[in-house]
Nanobody, 128 residues
Framework: QVHLVESGGGLMQAGSSLTLSCSAS????????IGWFRQAPPGNEREFVA?????????RYGDSVTGRFTISRDNAQNTVRLQMINLKPGDTGVYYC????????????????????WGQGTQVTVAS
């Protein structure tokens, strides 16, 4: 059982920057692929934002955030961060981190149903 906790959300102005953190416990963190998804409004499908590979930290981004968001991992702290710059009102939503076990040759996945464990989410609101 992997326990994920997101933090760092808030109310921001368009054009500003924000960093979210995802802390993990209960699993072998070094073998986990970690992804970020967002959901807005509640009930909508969760949109893939970014993911980082367990091995050598390969990354993948959703089209709407490429060039503005950066995902990174710190295995010593069991933490994954999502740095967001030039925020837009369209970035508003609840941001979730999620995990699944990585494996050699397994690509980074982008569908929510491919992830096994989820955090409770952190709200990001971007005002215009």
């Amino acid at each position: 059982q992997v326990h994920l906790v997101e933090s760092g959300g808030g109310l921001m102005q368009a054009g500003s920057s924000l960093t979210l953190s995802c802390s993990a416990s209960g699993g072998f963190f070094e073998r986990l692929n970690i992804g970020w998804f967002r959901q807005a409004p509640p009930g909508n499908e969760r949109e893939f934002v970014a993911a980082v590979n367990w091995n050598r930290g390969g990354v993948r981004y959703g089209d709407s955030v490429t060039g503005r968001f950066t995902i990174s991992r710190d295995n010593a702290q069991n933490t994954v961060r999502l740095q967001m710059i030039n925020l837009k009102p369209g970035d508003t939503g609840v941001y979730y981190c999620a995990s699944y076990r990585g494996a050699w040759g397994r690509p980074l996945l982008t569908r929510p149903e491919d992830y096994d464990f989820w955090g409770q989410g952190t709200q990001v609101t971007v005002a215009s």
